[in-house]
C-alpha cells in the first residue's frame, strides 16, 4: 500500500537522509458500492440508504476509507463490478457471482417469495405449477435453488417469463402485476414487503408461497487487487458491530432484527 508524501518523515543516519516508512497510516480508499434499489438491504434514499449500507460505510469507515455508494441497474452494477470499474456489489448470492471475492460474514438471508394480485387463485406448489403463469422477473438476477433453474430455462419464454431491467425493476412488476400484465412476482419476501408498503398496494396483492432461502453479500470486485483485503476488513468490522450491540442497533431503523 502506497503512503502519501506528506507522511514520511526523515531521520538522520550517518549524516544520509532516509525515509522511514513504519507506523504510517494506511492511505484512505474511496471503496464504489453499487446495486439496483433493494430494500431494506440496499435502498435509494439518502437518510436511510439501506441496512446493508450502513453497515458497510460504518465498517469502511472505522477502517479510514470512505464509501461511495449509489443505485444503478443489476445488470450494469454486476458488469461493473466484474470489470473492476467498481469495487463491490450489495445483494449477490455466491451461485449468482462465482468469481467475485467474498467475505465470510453474509448480511442477510434472502428467499424467492411469490405474490399475486388479491383474489388469485394460483399458489406456488411446486416447480410444475409455473408453468401455468406469467412470471415477473427481474433482468440478471440471480434467483436461487428450484426456482432459479426455472427462471433460467424460462427466460426467453415470453408467455412464461416476462424480464424487466433498470433500477426500478421491482416497481415494474409490481404494476405491471396490478395491471394484470403478469399473474404473480417473485423476489425476497422482505424486499416485497417493503416495497409493497412504499407503493401502498398491501390491499392489492397476497402472498402466495416462499421457497429456496439463500445467503446474501456484499461482494468486491475480481479484477480489483484490493477485494481480499476489504473482504476482510468487512469480516472484522461486522464482528465488532454484532459484538458492540451496534449492529442490531441499525437492524432496529428498518424494523429487523438479526439474521443469525
Known amino acids: 500500500m502506497r503512503p502519501s508524501f506528506s507522511a514520511l518523515f526523515a531521520l538522520t543516519v550517518g549524516g544520509l537522509a532516509v525515509l522511514s516508512l513504519s507506523s504510517l497510516p ?37 477502517a479510514g476509507h470512505t464509501l461511495d455508494y449509489k443505485t444503478v441497474s443489476w445488470s450494469r452494477a454486476l458488469d461493473e463490478c466484474r470489470k473492476g470499474g467498481i469495487d463491490a456489489v450489495i ?13 465470510e460474514e453474509h448480511i442477510g438471508v434472502a428467499d424467492n417469495t411469490f405474490v399475486v394480485k388479491k383474489g ?32 433460467e ?26 395491471a394484470g400484465r403478469v399473474d404473480a412476482v417473485v423476489d425476497a419476501k422482505a424486499v416485497l414487503q417493503y416495497k409493497i408498503g412504499q407503493l401502498n398496494m398491501g390491499e392489492a396483492v397476497e402472498f402466495v408461497g416462499t421457497v429456496d432461502p439463500s445467503l446474501i453479500y456484499v461482494a ?22 454484532r459484538a458492540s450491540g451496534q449492529l442490531r442497533a441499525i437492524l432496529a431503523r428498518y424494523g429487523l432484527e438479526e439474521w443469525k
Open 91 to 103: 445483494g449477490t448470492t455466491k451461485k449468482e457471482s462465482p468469481t467475485f471475492v467474498f467475505p
Open 153 to 178: 430455462a424460462n427466460t426467453k419464454n415470453k408467455a412464461r417469463a416476462d424480464v424487466v431491467g433498470g433500477d426500478n425493476a421491482l416497481d415494474q412488476n409490481l404494476k405491471k402485476l396490478q
Open 120 to 151: 388469485n387463485p394460483w399458489r406456488y406448489t411446486g416447480i410444475p405449477s409455473l408453468g401455468a403463469i406469467k412470471l415477473g422477473i427481474i433482468q440478471d438476477y440471480g434467483y436461487d435453488g428450484e426456482v432459479g433453474d426455472y427462471v
Open 220 to 241: 468486491f470486485s475480481p479484477a480489483k487487487p484490493k477485494s481480499k483485503e476489504y473482504a476482510e476488513i468487512f469480516d472484522r468490522g461486522l464482528a465488532e458491530m
Open 26 to 62: 494506511a492511505r484512505a480508499d474511496v471503496i464504489t458500492l453499487r446495486a439496483d434499489e433493494w430494500c431494506p438491504y440496499n435502498c435509494a434514499e439518502a437518510s436511510k440508504p439501506g441496512y446493508g449500507v450502513e453497515i458497510a460505510r460504518e465498517i469502511f469507515s472505522k
